[in-house]
């Protein structure tokens, strides 16, 4: 694999990552509404329970994804940095094959 296929699969793993952290937070705020529909009327013991400890283990999972997330961008930024002339060469040769 070369350094241009390395970032761009970087990019993707960011992307992928960045959609991970979205998808966890539409999990809380989807039970927070649910728990705020709960203790709107219908007061149930076993959702406000069950729903509590979901809630709690999204979060933590957030906040994982949000590191693991921050750590990669930041690898990546920095590798795109390192290694943008040689990066920009490859796309650059590949440009001039892809017009033959």
Not at 19 to 31: E, V, Y
Not at 33 to 41: A, K, L, S, T, W
Not at 63 to 87: L, S, V
Request: hydrophobic letters at 40%.
């Amino acid at each position: 694999m070369d350094k241009a296929q390395k970032f761009e699969l970087m990019n993707k793993v960011v992307r992928e990552l960045e959609d991970l952290q979205n998808s966890q937070t539409a999990l809380i705020t989807k039970i927070s509404q649910i728990e705020v529909d709960n203790m709107n009327g219908l007061n149930d013991s076993r959702l406000e329970k069950d729903l509590s400890e979901m809630h709690s283990k999204i979060a933590e999972n957030n906040d994982a994804i949000t590191e693991i997330f921050a750590y990669f961008e930041n690898k990546r930024d920095e590798y795109g940095e390192k290694n943008g002339a040689a990066i920009a060469a490859i796309e650059a040769a590949a440009a001039v094959e892809a017009v033959k």
